[in-house]
């Protein structure tokens, strides 16, 4: 079992930055792939970036202004996001999936990020 809790969620202006972070409990940390994921409000929940074994990817809307890192000795996944803009409005979520075993999937709580002026 696997726990996350994000941080660092918060109001911003456009053109703003912010720094997300997700904790993760549990042990084997190394063996999950840790993905961001967002929610707007009446739209389904897209990936925004994800680090694993094969390197990152990330949604071509994010691409040059966010950067998702982790840290396997603190069990943190982060994420940067700058040049906000107001569409990144969401809750953002921390997603680990295990790269051998697919059923061992696990999502954080979320946290709001608001772009606003």
């Known amino acids: 079992q696997v726990q996350l809790v994000e941080s660092g969620g918060g109001l911003v202006q456009p053109g703003g930055s912010l720094r997300l972070s997700c904790a993760a409990s549990g042990s084997a940390f190394r063996l999950y792939a840790m993905g961001w994921y967002r929610q707007a409000p009446g739209r389904q929940r897209e990936l925004v970036a994800v680090i694993g074994a094969g390197g990152t990817n990330y949604a071509n809307s994010v691409k040059g202004r966010f950067t998702v890192s982790r840290d396997d000795a603190k069990n943190t996944v982060y994420l940067q996001m700058n040049s906000l803009k107001p569409e990144g409005t969401a809750i953002y979520y921390c997603?680990?999936?295990?790269?051998?075993?697919?059923?061992?999937?696990?999502w954080g709580q979320g946290t709001q990020v608001t772009v606003s002026s």
């Open positions: 997603n680990a999936r295990h790269q051998l075993v697919q059923r061992l999937n696990y």
